[in-house]
């Protein structure tokens, strides 16, 4: 029994500092500008969770200096009886509104959500809108040991003789491939894009001579793969439900509340 009276009485003397805590960090005032404070757990509202953890010292003393520099002049404007402007007024309180409408509505988009299923249901639905011209270039190629070899081989062709027969007989690593730009350097894409059909030109690309021939261009459309764009159309998605979400809401409002325009 005793046992358990000095765990109950422990539990108790726990809580209760927990209590004195949360009381003392409402009391800790982190500015003042003569009557006005700002308590620590007012300061800390003015951040998300996130941007509390990850705010710099800097960061958070500029928005010390912001409140600040806020409250003089709001100060200074009650001293001139600003605040007693109708207009000024009016003012306060539709802010004060758009404030609490602002609040309403991210308690309640918080469980808006899109999971990954919709994502990629939205992606094959639309598919046809995220497609991308793509080029491809078909080419034959080989590895000519040097420039005076690269020389030869230009003759050759000119002289009527194959691409596969001279590169037999002058080159190495011969080979038929269809490229994009992907696959290649970019100052071997910007090469070959340069070219025209049939033509054969020397390049010597990252240390290596190659002679190119450049066979046919292929023009494709493909779709923009999903793991590129799933990011974005999640951000597509969510602001789709979120806009739904708020006019169902307002309209729903609006059976309530009597509404009238004049």
Excluded at 27 to 51: C, G, M, P, W
Excluded at 101 to 119: I, P, R, S
Excluded at 126 to 149: C, G, M, S, V
Aim: glycine share 2%; aromatic share 12%; with cysteine.
């Amino acid at each position: 029994m005793k046992k358990i009276y000095n765990f109950v009485l422990l539990i108790a003397v726990i809580l209760s500092f927990v209590q004195c805590n949360k009381e003392e960090n409402k009391s800790v005032i982190v500015a003042e500008v003569n009557d006005q404070k700002l308590y620590e757990h007012e300061f800390r509202s003015l951040f998300t969770e996130e941007e509390w953890q990850t705010a710099t010292p800097e960061q958070k003393n500029k928005v010390i200096n912001d409140w600040i520099e806020i409250t003089l002049l709001a100060e200074e404007a009650k001293k001139r009886g600003l605040h007693k402007k109708p207009e000024v007024k009016f003012n306060i309180k539709y802010a004060e509104r758009t404030l609490l409408a602002n609040e309403l509505l991210a308690q309640q988009l918080k469980n808006v959500y899109v999971n990954t299923d919709e994502v990629f249901d939205y992606y094959n639905l639309h598919r046809n809108d995220f497609l991308r011209n793509r080029r491809f270039y078909k080419i034959q190629e080989f590895i000519a040991p040097n420039w005076t070899i690269s020389d030869s081989a230009i003759t050759l062709f000119n002289e009527g003789e194959a691409f596969y027969v001279v590169a037999k007989n002058l080159g190495r690593d011969y080979t038929v491939k269809t490229i994009s730009s992907n696959d290649v350097t970019p100052a071997f894409w910007d090469f070959i894009s340069g070219m025209q059909r049939w033509h054969i030109r020397i390049i010597e690309d990252e240390g290596v001579i190659k002679i190119v021939q450049l066979l046919n261009t292929i023009n494709e459309e493909q779709a923009i793969p999903f793991q590129n764009i799933s990011d974005s159309l999640y951000n597509i998605l969510i602001e789709q439900k979120r806009e739904e979400f708020l006019a169902n809401a307002l309209d729903s409002l609006q059976i309530s509340y009597k509404v009238k325009i004049y």
